[in-house]
């Protein structure tokens, strides 16, 4: 361990030393990756390099054999020769338009074995303004954070039109774009497409639930469409729960910039002398094993510092929200949770619809804001209900929206100036419901105090899941002054982050869900104040296998929740195998959405069955590498993924038939096993005695189910099966 820091510290060192002429490289690495900048004191900073891990002297080697190439600025500001998409528009405070950025200095200190920080600052050649741009690089996840910050020391205001987080050029052949598209009940679908010359746009502007459209998440492949093992491919992601913009242009030389930041959409911010502005991160990262090995570097960077309590294990929860809505008493609830007991749960979840004073919460017209439990269908109080889930073993989680409130209720008619708003215009609404102004600290005050209010009046709390159902229209804020009003989309989010990180401190170890209507705040801003996203609202399995692959492409498993849901199911009406709907939830963090109360014994006893084998196969699913076999979007009809744990002692397949099969049949080879070792195969979660695997109780060697693979019956559509795999000694 202590060679290795030592051999950092000289990395360090090379990194920023000079060359001759006063040219300096810049390098930052992870273990497979660098980036290779050069700097000359007073001159623009260039981008050299990024890709696979380059060796000092190659790096070194980059200016002299490629110095005559077409290169472009590190971080261009809109201003000299650039005639491409700007990372930075500024307007001065004597008005000028233009900047030119150039170098000033650059020093690297390692924070601990594994992350290394790398401040780059530039200057404006003529105006007294600088530019930091801040990389932390995490060694063995090979992902790099960038935040970039810019000083006003000029006279007077100056105002930041547009500035990005990162800012990258690609040179290569050609260029395939990977991001995802959708609407509410369908998100996180991949779309993958040829970049072609002109400017392609990802992008939210609706400030609140920004990511049930699109997601900042892309993956850029070269040279050809994104390969799940092997190619080059780079990835990247805002870590923003606001409005965002990212962009790809590819320009007339064919290189490709790629721009990722806030979204400069009516954002403009008015910076005083002396005042600064700090971008939020962008993550990125770099494989040449293709799009698989992007996704394990994120999921296990993402565990380690993304993600609240990353290291431990997710209950299997049982929801009330699609068995009952908003209708039910305590009678209900306890009936509900004898059964989630009885089936294996371990976190009852009560959703929406406990509060409400002079206005009850018993539909979606009411009540929110008043957040006061509602006596007539809970006399007992919350602390009744989860002390009668934790006499049954059950831990009790809750329902909030407290960024919400509904017109109906007394929140909206005691505080008229905390609604988002636009002047004397009308307020519109969504789902019956109007946005607190989260930029006012008198706001964030209040959405505090429910979260704390609530955690005090019923101790047993140990999950809330907090949900955000509607977007932002005719912004405006009435605490922001008139000539600030453009700085709501920003502000709003740091409040949230502030109301966050007060709950943080205060309750370190509750679980909290993004849930945002389902896949509306999926990001890497919000995750690390959460233990979980809700995915989708859409519940329906054979959704769920395409939202779900999209989702954890980026996200990690253990962070996705995935319920069993009734049949019909609600969002589609179809009525699927409760196997198949009880594999796809295996499949992420299992939970139980459904009124188990109407569940006739079989299908209780399969629940009891796929909970049980859950918890046989959740360290692996929650903490293993994910390793994709056959996509959904191949259209063969199959759908196929297997985790491995770190040490590779196990391993957990799922397999999914889509479609009907009438001569093909599924082979799959495994991924990610010790080729030396030997795996006893055990279906897990068997119905009735039948088995979906060849290989079902066979001990083969890694290579041999690498290599030859495995063959499955899983010839009808919604035919599934789950196989752990367990290494024997020999
Ligand atoms: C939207 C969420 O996504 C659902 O799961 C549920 O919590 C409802 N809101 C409750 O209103």
Same mark, same amino acid.
């Given at each position: ?45 260039? #981008? ?10 190659? *790096? ?11 290169? &472009? ?86 105002? =930041? ?44 502007? %609706?400030? =609140? ?41 590819? $320009? ?50 993402? !565990? ?16 009330? &929200? ?5 209708? #039910? ?22 959703? $929406? ?7 009850? !919460? ?83 005050? #209040? ?10 009046? *019923? ?5 809330? %899941? ?158 293993? $590498? ?76 890694? $290579? ?10 899983? *010839? ?15």
């Amino acid at each position: 361990m202590k060679r290795a820091f030592a051999l950092l510290l000289l990395l360090l060192f090379v990194a920023t030393s000079s060359k001759g002429g006063g040219l300096q490289i810049v390098k930052i690495d992870t273990d497979h990756q660098s980036f290779v900048f050069s700097a000359a004191s007073g001159k623009p900073l260039m #981008f050299r390099y990024w890709g696979a891990r380059l060796s000092e002297e190659d *790096a070194g080697a980059i200016l002299s054999a490629c110095g005559r190439e077409k290169s &472009w600025e590190l971080y261009p500001a809109y201003g000299g020769a650039l005639y491409t998409n700007p990372a930075l528009t500024l307007v001065h405070a004597d008005g000028q338009l233009t900047t030119e950025l150039v170098f000033s200095s650059c020093h690297s200190r390692q924070l601990d074995e594994n992350r290394t920080e790398t401040i780059i600052v530039l200057q404006d050649k003529v105006l007294p303004l600088t530019v930091e741009l801040r990389f932390t690089a995490f060694r063995q996840q090979d992902i790099v954070m960038q935040s970039v910050t810019v000083r006003n020391r000029e006279q007077g205001p100056v105002i =930041v039109r547009q500035i990005a987080s990162a800012f990258f050029s690609l040179k290569a052949m050609s260029y395939y774009l990977t991001h995802f598209h959708g609407s509410s009940n369908a998100e996180m679908w991949l779309k993958e497409e040829l970049l072609t010359p002109g400017i392609k746009t990802i992008d939210s502007k %609706k400030g =609140v639930r920004t990511t049930h459209n699109e997601n900042s998440c892309f993956i850029v492949s070269v040279n050809g469409p994104a390969k799940e093992d092997d190619g080059e491919v780079y990835g990247g992601a805002l870590a923003w729960s606001g409005n965002f913009e990212s962009s790809f242009q590819l $320009d007339d030389f064919n290189m490709l910039q790629i721009r990722c930041g806030l979204n400069p959409f009516c954002s403009e911010i008015r910076l005083l002398p002396g005042e600064s502005f700090t971008t939020p991160e962008a993550v990125v990262g770099y494989s040449d094993r293709g799009k698989g090995q992007l996704t394990r570097n994120f999921h296990r960077w993402a !565990r380690r510092y993304a993600l609240a309590h990353g290291d431990r294990y997710r209950s299997v929860a049982l929801n009330n &929200w699609e068995g009952t809505h908003w209708n #039910f008493n305590e009678k209900d609830l306890r009936e509900i949770i004898d059964k989630a007991a009885e089936i294996g749960c371990e976190l009852f979840i009560l959703d $929406d619809g406990w509060f409400g004073g002079k206005y009850p !919460r018993n539909d979606a017209t009411a009540g929110l804001g008043d957040w006061q439990v509602n006596a007539a269908k809970l006399p007992g109080g919350l602390q009744s209900i989860a002390g009668y889930a934790a006499a049954k073993g059950l831990r009790f989680g809750i329902w909030i929206e407290p960024e919400m409130v509904n017109p109906h209720s007394e929140l909206a008619q005691e505080h008229s100036e905390w609604i988002v708003r636009s002047g004397e215009r009308e307020i519109p609404t969504l789902r019956h419901q109007w946005i607190l102004d989260l930029c006012n600290p008198d706001v964030q005050d #209040f959405i505090f105090g429910v979260f704390d209010d609530l955690l005090s009046s *019923a101790p047993g709390i140990s999950y809330v %899941k907090w949900d955000a159902n509607r977007h932002v229209n005719n912004v405006g804020s009435t605490y922001l002054p008139a000539d600030e009003q453009s700085r709501f989309w920003v502000d709003y989010t740091r409040g949230l982050y502030n109301v966050y990180e007060r709950i943080r401190s205060k309750y370190p170890d509750i679980e909290i869900q993004a849930c945002a209507s389902g896949g509306g705040r999926v990001d890497f801003g919000s995750l690390p104040f959460h233990d979980e996203i809700w995915t989708s609202d859409n519940t329906n399995a054979i959704d769920r296998i395409f939202i779900q692959w999209g989702t954890n492409l980026f996200f990690p498993t253990m962070a996705m929740a995935a319920h069993v849901s009734a049949a019909p199911n609600r969002q589609t009406g179809m009525s699927l195998p409760l196997k198949f709907r009880c594999d796809v939830a295996m499949s992420g963090r299992m939970g139980i959405e459904l009124d188990p109360r109407k569940l006739a014994r079989e299908e209780i006893a399969c629940l009891q069955d796929a909970v049980a084998a859950y918890k046989t196969i959740r360290p692996v699913v929650q903490h293993g $590498d994910l390793y994709r076999l056959v996509s959904p979007y191949d259209e063969s009809g199959w759908a196929a993924l297997n985790y491995v744990s770190e040490t590779k002692e196990r391993c957990v397949l799922f397999a999914f038939s889509t479609a009907l099969h009438t001569r093909t049949r599924l082979t799959l080879r495994l991924k990610g096993l010790d080729p030396a070792g030997y795996y006893k195969i055990t279906e897990q979660n068997r119905q009735k005695g039948k088995t979906g695997c060849h290989a079902e109780g066979q001990t083969l060697s890694g $290579d041999y189910l690498m290599k030859c693979g495995v063959g499955f019956d899983l *010839a009808k559509p919604f035919e599934s099966c789950v196989l752990l795999l367990e290494r024997q000694d020999r």
